[in-house]
């Protein structure tokens, strides 16, 4: 089957106006024959996403407050939608149930996944596709876990007997048969599964940037895009915060070997980002992407013969593990060790963690830096060129940025470094102009 699926998120389904460039889309390609919806999000800056309606409307109904204003109001944006698209569908019997709904307590995930499966309703009227409620076709086990082998036996027989379908992203149901949501922008995670089960070439994930850029814009202004990013590059940066696609969104289509390209919806003639398990593609640049985060610490253990201390390091994590604290890095060198961990996640435990390492391993000096920003350089390109190291390096020492830390993992793909959270701006600038800018 030649199948791509398309998500289209929130954004690109605001207002009647993103829809008809959807619909352009779709149309555009006779390969987008399922489509993932999200919930109307933003219109514009300060406008406020159905979805947060919805859980505000519930929150109220749940409280014994009057919410039948606020659900009128969440009406008349799909009524907006679906009369300036002068389409013939009404929602009043869907409202009425979902009022009933909110009465009898139906849960907060049901009511915030009514966003989506009323914008679905709409598309797929508007596309003249067919509609598939997710809570027929993608379920959850009784961990809440999403269940893959349950989801296929009913997913894939649907889709290959269906000429095209919209399906609402974001929700599921339990096995008694309730909803549930994934995490805030899990139709990302929807699209993925869908993908996965039509086996489909392409997953696109349609949003309203033109894919990741190598560095994160309210950093470098001018970041260029990334036109092909591995799955493995993209978890690196992802967990050092760069986020356009959930973080779950990649297991489904990557066990499947299925890739994923970023969209912008608003500008449907831009490549954007393709997310692939392997590439023999050259890099562009060494570095594929930058990414950091500030708001870490840094607790440094020294002790003379440190290294043959047998049980050292084991007992410095159990001061952690005593405390309920998980640590993000460990560098260590022959006499010192230094662990990494989120300042959040310490603050308030500094002195039973001191106290606990104090006594376990009697270190000759220990102590807590905070404000330390990461900074991660990742780059398939980093294991076939040499020098790499020598350009990151000299780059920070012109810009008169003092490194703390430096870890490079053993796979080559990256390297982290640990810097003053002052310096966190002036580093990334520093690393980007480096290897991407010289390029030009
Ligand atoms: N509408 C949901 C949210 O706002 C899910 C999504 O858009 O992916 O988080």
């Known amino acids: 089957m030649e199948v791509k699926v398309a998500k289209f998120g929130g954004s690109s389904l605001a207002d009647a106006g ?10 555009a390609d006779d390969k987008r024959k399922f489509i993932v919806a999200s919930a109307p999000g933003k219109r514009e800056k300060g406008d406020i996403k159905v979805t947060d ?24 944006r799909y009524d907006g939608i679906i009369s300036e698209l002068g389409i013939d569908i009404e929602l009043d019997a869907d409202f009425d149930k979902i009022k009933a709904s909110f009465s009898n307590m139906a849960g907060r995930d049901y009511a915030a996944s009514r966003g989506e499966f009323l914008n679905s309703k709409i598309l797929a009227a508007y596309l003249g596709y067919q509609f598939l409620d997710a809570a027929k076709y993608i379920f959850f086990d009784d961990a809440g876990k999403y269940d893959w082998d349950k989801t296929r036996a009913k997913l894939r027989p649907k889709l ?14 339990m096995p008694n048969g309730t ?35 190598i560095a994160d814009p309210r950093v470098v202004k001018d970041s260029e895009p990334i036109k092909t990013i591995t799955y493995a590059e993209l978890r690196e940066l992802a967990y050092m915060g760069a986020s356009v696609l959930h973080e779950d969104a990649i297991f489904p289509v990557r066990s499947a070997g299925i890739p994923i390209n970023i969209r912008n919806t608003n500008r449907p003639q831009d490549h954007g980002t393709m997310i692939v398990s392997e ?3 050259k890099p562009e640049h060494i570095i594929t992407g930058i990414a950091g985060k500030k708001g870490m610490s840094v607790i440094t253990i020294e002790k003379d013969k440190m290294n043959s201390t047998v049980g050292f390091g084991r007992n410095v994590l159990r001061s952690l593990e005593k405390n309920d604290v998980s640590f993000e890095h460990m560098p260590s060198g022959i006499d010192t060790m230094s662990v990494i961990i989120q300042t959040d996640a310490l603050t308030g435990k500094e002195t039973a963690i001191l106290d606990e390492i104090h006594s376990r391993v009697h270190p000759d000096q220990l102590y807590i830096e905070s404000d330390l920003a990461l900074i991660t350089i990742v780059g398939r390109g980093m294991k076939s060129t040499r020098g790499t190291a020598a350009i990151l390096f000299k780059a920070l020492a012109d810009s008169r940025v003092n490194v703390k830390m430096i870890d490079q993992g053993s796979s080559e793909l990256n390297i982290i470094i640990g810097v003053a959270e002052e310096d966190f701006e002036i580093a990334m600038r520093a690393i980007y102009d480096a290897f991407v800018q010289i390029k030009k």
């Open 160 to 173: 290959e007997e269906s000429e095209n379908a919209v399906i609402p992203g974001f929700y599921g149901s």
């Open 18 to 27: 993103q829809f008809k460039k959807v619909a352009d889309i779709v149309k």
């Open 179 to 213: 909803i549930k949501t994934f995490s805030r922008g899990g139709s990302d995670i929807t699209g993925s599964i869908v993908a996965r089960a039509a086996q489909a070439e392409l997953y696109e994930n349609w949003t309203d940037v033109s894919g990741f850029l």
């Open 279 to 281: 590439t023999a593609e």
């Open 53 to 76: 309606m919805l859980y505000e409307c519930y929150d109220k109904a749940v409280n014994d407050e009057p919410f039948e204003d606020l659900l009128a109001k969440i009406k008349e």
